[in-house]
């Protein structure tokens, strides 16, 4: 006898198969949507995280900003005062120099034989007028100037022989160039 069997078991299996697809179907979908939604969060918050730090960073460096601004004005001051400071100190050092080279002059005058009429100042140049006893104390008196710390150098610009109350005396000019103080 041949048995038949009418009861759709193949049918069973296949949903039971088909369900069992679908459970997992659904699962691995829950499953990757969950790590989707993970995935994003943690992308979500390291991008909020990095955009603070940006926000964060981007203030200091206005900060910063604002700083070297100041440090440069106090630098641009700074070299200000360091140039009136260097002009004062010249002045104060110039200051003195007319009297110290009208002084130098003085001494290296001999007094006796040589007397000074003139004396005129045009920026670096120095004219000197007077009288002499005789050529060779004007010349000893330009050895003296040309030794001088205050002259550079000395020229005689004229020499010649005048009569003071019967006496022969030399007359002359000098040009000297100052040194700088």
Known sequence: MIKINLLPYKEKEKQATMARQAVIILFTSLIFLF???SVHIYVSRSIS????DIKI???RLADL???IGEID????????LEKKLAVIKRLDEDRLYPVRLLDEINQLTPTKNLWLNKISETGMNLNIEGIGRDNITVALFMKSLE????????DLISSKQVDIAGSKLQQFTLSC????S
């Open 65 to 67: 900003k604002k700083i």
């Open 35 to 37: 790590i989707i939604a």
């Open 147 to 154: 030794l001088s710390k205050y002259i550079q150098s000395v």
């Open 49 to 52: 995280n990095l955009q603070r």
């Open 57 to 59: 960073k981007e203030s």
């Open 73 to 80: 004005n106090i630098k641009t001051e700074k070299n200000i």
């Open 177 to 180: 160039v100052k040194k700088r």
